[in-house]
């Protein structure tokens, strides 16, 4: 028999698999049939005769499963949790990045202005929405590393904010 | 005589014109940016030609490009779809100039259309009712003097404006000196024009369309109301007709000064006349759009009349084949947009569609613009698919929309698919009873999980280890959904948003 101790979200759940191919869900007996779509990561999965879309993909040791329109993260009760990344800049700088890719619309802030904090330092336009990207800080701004009309991709510097 | 129409847009909107050109045994041509070599509608299209680059400036806004391929390729007809060039009175004088028809209004009416201040002296001269506000475009001075006199909030918008782009409300004098500069700034990059006016805020409205046909012998015709109160900022989500906030007397009033304002501008081809409906019952004229709608589709399941084949015989000098007493209206018809967006905040979504099935079945209408592998690209409208359902009654349009959505399945790139859904089943929705600010006043619920779908989620995973198959374990460069994975990480580390 394989035991698979599994984290979804963050509730544990175990499921055995004898093999005669009975499956237990916690212990507790499960019909279950796993029918894959094709020869992609679609799936139709039977619960006890309940009928689920399944898509499933994975990103290192974390697999992502969605079902009915809600996004399950699967991982091994035994590996380590996913570490967030983190983009918190010191408090004393800070960088105004795109969030998105687009374009840039109007610079508002110019190189040695004094902004507060969320004030607007420039508009960007992204499919047909426009985004105002404000300072996170109060300081000086130090650079504007954008011109009107760019084109600008995701996660790019746009413009820098010191603190004086 | 047409016989070649070149589409110039991209999207659904232009796989929808292609459809009619096939019908009416007419040559297609797409046109194209870098990014789209193979999207839907260069597959669909007879033909193709490349327009440039991937930013609309260096491709789909690109009229002069537009003309020169027409000419080159001997074709005689342009048909815009919706947006800039099919609102841009400079480019239908260009395919005018370059001997190519324009498949839209006179260059002169599009002209007094697409200045909102001159559309609103035609509607007051005829007597229809609008929105308190200035008559013409107004300097800095003159926008704070008018907003005092109508009293704030008030709306500063855009002469040049459309699309609900240029459009912001001010509550204070303050704010409003701060917004000026802004707006013009605005307007002139988006429009090329930083003409500003004022009008009042008028509150809970519903905004109601009135689909209008005309002809080069003067025939106008209307074919009833469509309501496209539910959006979000710019982003319309769901239209509808009839509108349950039209009643008989009403949609005769809407619909006589809709042709009467077309009539007055010498209207040709198809576009919509727009109004305000506040909660006293008085109507508003707010403006008038010369082109196709996105919303079009649930009047041509309504009404049986096909909107882009008229459009073309009428630009190739045929009289409209609708007389008004030919127009009948059958049953309810609604219409939800698929929108490549974060349903919580409307920020563009993009990536690759995984997985795309779309719905069919009694009564449902499906306009879509991208495919299984398509790329959705951050430069164009949101927009993927239309779904329109119709039924005898309003009732079994919203229950067949709400089967149709179910069936909709698409991985790869988040979209508004369950916005959509929570807002079909509410019944506040289901009874009428909204207007324009419906849905940022109910922001969008994340749906709790069932303990059904993670068992399911669980079992799913155990088995694909259990047969050996490490899916995706071995490939996270090709990750497909990149927001879902955001998303599910958030949640997983209990961070929300």
Known sequence: MSRYRLIVDDEPITVEIDRGNQVRVNGRAVAVDLYQIGERSLYNLLVGGISHEAFAFAEGDTQYVVIGGQCYSVRSADETPVTCPTDICPDDEAEIRAPMPGVIVSLVAQTGQRVGRQDLILTLESMKMEMQLKSPIEGVVTAVKVEPGEQVSQGQTLALVEKI | ?497
């Open chain 2, 1 to 497: 005589m047409i016989k070649q129409v070149l589409i110039a847009n991209r999207g659904e909107i232009a796989v929808r014109v292609i459809r009619a050109c096939q019908e009416l045994g007419l040559t297609s041509v797409a046109v194209y940016s870098e990014a789209d070599r193979a999207t839907l509608h260069v597959r669909y299209a007879d033909k193709a030609y490349s327009l440039g680059k991937t930013l609309p400036r260096k491709s789909y806004l690109r009229g002069k490009r537009m003309t020169d391929i027409a000419q080159e390729a001997g074709i005689d007809a342009i048909h815009p779809g919706y947006g800039p060039l099919a609102e841009s009175a400079t480019f239908a004088r260009c395919c005018a100039k370059a001997g190519i028809v324009f498949i839209g209004p006179r260059p002169e009416t599009i002209e007094q259309l697409g200045d909102k201040v001159k559309a609103r002296q035609v509607a007051r001269e005829l007597g229809l009712p609008v929105v308190e506000g200035s008559d013409a475009p107004l300097d800095d001075d003159q926008i704070l003097d008018m907003a005092d006199r109508l009293g704030y909030p008030v709306l500063l918008k855009a002469a040049a404006g459309g699309g609900g782009i240029g459009i912001r409300r001010a509550d204070t004098p303050q704010e409003m000196r701060r917004l000026i500069p802004l707006a013009r700034r605005e307007a002139l990059f988006a429009f090329g024009d930083d003409a500003l006016y004022v009008e009042q805020m008028v509150d809970h409205v519903r905004h109601i369309q009135i689909q209008i046909l005309g002809d080069q012998h003067a025939n106008v015709i209307h074919l009833g109301e469509r309501e496209c109160s539910i959006r979000f900022r710019q982003h319309k989500l769901v239209e509808e007709s009839p509108s349950l906030a039209v009643d008989e007397a009403m949609r005769a009033q809407l619909c006589q000064a809709a042709v009467r304002f077309a009539r007055a501008v010498r209207f040709v081809g198809a576009g919509s006349v727009e109004f305000l409906l506040d909660r006293e019952g008085q109507y508003y004229f707010i403006g008038c759009h010369p082109c196709l709608q996105a919303a079009h589709p649930v009047t041509e399941m309504v009404t049986g009349v096909d909107l882009v084949a008229e459009q073309i015989r009428v630009a190739a000098g045929r009289p409209l084949r609708y007389t008004q007493s030919d127009v009948k209206f059958r049953g309810a018809a609604i219409g939800c947009r698929l929108l490549a967006v974060d349903p919580s905040d409307f920020m563009p979504a993009t990536g690759h569609i995984e997985h795309l099935a779309l719905p069919g079945g009694p009564g449902v209408r499906i306009d879509s613009g991208v495919f299984e592998g398509s790329e959705v690209l951050p430069y164009y409208n949101p927009l993927l698919v239309k779904v329109t359902a119709w039924g005898e009654t309003r009732g079994v349009a919203i229950l067949r929309e709400r089967r149709a959505l179910g069936e909709l399945q698409l991985m790869g790139v988040q979209t508004n698919l369950s916005l959509l859904l929570q807002l079909l089943d509410r019944t506040s929705f289901i009874r009428g009873a909204f207007d324009t600010s419906f849905i940022e006043e109910r922001p969008y619920l994340p749906e709790a999980k069932s303990n059904r779908g993670r068992m399911a989620a669980a079992l799913l995973v155990a088995l694909l280890r259990h047969r050996g198959d490490e899916r995706g374990k071995s490939h996270p460069a090709e990750a497909p959904a990149s927001a879902w994975k955001r998303q599910a990480r958030r949640e997983m580390l209990g961070g929300g948003r």
